[in-house]
C-alpha cells in the first residue's frame, strides 16, 4: 500500500493554505500508510539563502550551541530553530559546506533535506499525529508532497519513512516496491552514493541524486529511471519550483490528479483530493505508464 | 420521490445498508468525496444516483438494478458485474469491469489500464479510450470502445468480442483484427442503442482471438522440457 499526496498551487490564491490542505489530503491518506508519516514542503525561499532539515533521533543536541560551531566554521550567520527531534538551520553563507559539516560533525544527526525551498519532516507514528507534531497546517507555501507508509520492504523506522532527499531542494515519495534494489544499491554504492536504510524507496532516490549529480534534468534522469528500476512504483518527486510524477510501465500502484487554475493535486486516492477548494471545476485524470509529468512556476 | 443519503454525515455502512434492505424505489448519494464500495452488492431492482465522484469496487458485485455516478470513479468500477447496470457520466481508472459475468457497463468518458480484464459476460462500452491491457484474457461479452485504445488491446483474449472506432496502439498477444459480419453489427448497434451512444457501427472494426494460444503446439516442446 502506501499513500501519496502532492500539491502545487500555480497562484497566490491558496499558498496561506498549503499546509492545511496537505494536512486534510494526508489525512484521507491514512489507511493506506498508518505506521509512518513525512511530507516536504516549499516555498519560494530567499535568494542566496540554504536551509538545511536536520533529524536527531538518537540524541538531544543542544541545536544554539550546534549553530554556534557551525557559524564559526562558514563564517557567516546561522539561524536555526527545532520542532521535536527536527531543526532546520538557515544562513547566507556557503549551503554545501553547511550541509556537509552537518553531516561530518553534527551532533548523531540526519540530514533530511537540503536547498533553497525546502523542509522536510518525517517519523514513525499515526499519520495525522505526524503532520500535527511537525505543525503542517500552519505551513505556506508554494507545494507539498507526503507519504503515508505501510512498510513492506524494510522496516518500521523514522530512516524507512518518506520523503527522501535526491538532491538540493529535490525529493522523492514512492508507492510500491522495487524488485531490483539490491543489484542497483551494489551499483550506486560502487558510484560514491551511501545508504542509511535497507529501504528500496532510498535505492530509487539515489538513483535519481546519482543521475542528477551526473548532470541529467530531472526529465533525463526519470527516462533513466524507467529502464534501470524494476518494480510496480508511482513516484512523486518534489522539485524546485514544482513536482513531477512517475508511474512504472504496467501502472498497477494508483495515481489521480486534479488541475484547475490555481492548482494541481495528485493522489493515491481521489478522496485525498475531493475536500480541496473549487474541486468541483478540476480537470481529474489518471497518469498514464510511463509518462514523464511535471508541474513547475518555472515553465 | 428519491430517497437521499448524503455521506457527510451517513456512514458507508448506513448507505450500504439500506440499499440492501430495500426492494424498490429511487435513491440520491451525495457528497460521495471519493469513498470506496458505494452501492456495492446491489440486488433488487433499485435505482441509485451518485452525485459526485467516486472511489474503488463502485457498484461491485451488481447484480439488479440502475446505478448512475454523476462523476468518476476509480479502481473496480462495478467488479465482477452479474447483470443490471452500471453507468458513469466521467471517467474511470483501472480494471473497469473487471471479471464481469453479465449485464451493462457504460462510461461516457475515458477508463484507464485493464478494462474488462477477463470479462466474462458483461458488456462494456466506452464513450472515450480505454488504456493499455484493456480486454486482457477477455473470455465472454464485449468491450466497446468509441475512442481509442492504448498499447496491447486483447492480450490473451479467448471469446469475447472487442469493437474500437478509433486508432488501436498495438494488440497484445493471440489479439488479431476480424471480419465484420452481419450479425456484429446487428450486436454492436444493440449495445450503442443500449448506452444510448450516438455512434454509426460501420465505423468499427473488430478484434478478437486468435486462438493459437488454446492447445499445445509440438513445436513448443523444447520450451516445455526445459521449463521442468
Known sequence: ?????????????YRSRLGEL????????????????????YDQGQPGRTR?????????????????????????AVAVRSIRDHAVFETDGDGRAARQWLIDHGPDVDVLSYGNQIELYKSVGDPDLVASNYDLASRTGTHAIAHTRMATESAITTNGSHPFVTGADTCLVHNGSFSNHNQLRERLVQRGESFQTENDTEVAAAYVSWRLR??????????????????????AIGIKSGFAILRDPISCKPAVVAETDDWV??????????????????????????RIYTWSLAS | MSIVVDLETSTLRELNAALHAADSGDFSVVNPRGAHAVAAGINTSIAVTVEGSVGYYCAGMHQAGRVLVQGNASTGLAENIMSGEVRITGSATMSAGATGHGGLLVIEGNSGARCGISMKGVDIVV??????????????????????????LGDSIYEANVFVRGDVASLGADCIEKEMRPDHIATLANLLSAAAMDADPADFRRFGSARQLYNFHVDDIDAEVAAR
Request: proline content about 4%.
Open chain 1, 1 to 13: 500500500m502506501c499513500g501519496i499526496v502532492g500539491l502545487f498551487m500555480k497562484t497566490d490564491r
Open chain 1, 22 to 41: 496537505t494536512a486534510v489530503m494526508l489525512h484521507e491518506m491514512r489507511e493506506r500508510g498508518p505506521d509512518s508519516a513525512g511530507f516536504a514542503v
Open chain 1, 52 to 76: 538545511v532539515t536536520v533529524l536527531a533521533e538518537r540524541s538531544t543536541p543542544d541545536w544554539g550551541q550546534v549553530a554556534a560551531s557551525l557559524e564559526a566554521q562558514l563564517g557567516a
Open chain 1, 214 to 235: 551526473e548532470g541529467d534534468t530531472i526529465d533525463q534522469a526519470l527516462q533513466r529511471a524507467l529502464v534501470d528500476l524494476d518494480g510496480f512504483y508511482t513516484l
Open chain 1, 265 to 290: 493535486a495528485m493522489s493515491s486516492e481521489y478522496r485525498a483530493i475531493a475536500q480541496l477548494p473549487d474541486v468541483v471545476h478540476a480537470e481529474v485524470f489518471e497518469p498514464e505508464p510511463s
Open chain 2, 127 to 152: 464513450g472515450g479510450n480505454v488504456g493499455h491491457m484493456s480486454a486482457f484474457m477477455a473470455q465472454a461479452g464485449s468491450l466497446v470502445v468509441l475512442g481509442d485504445a492504448a498499447a496491447d
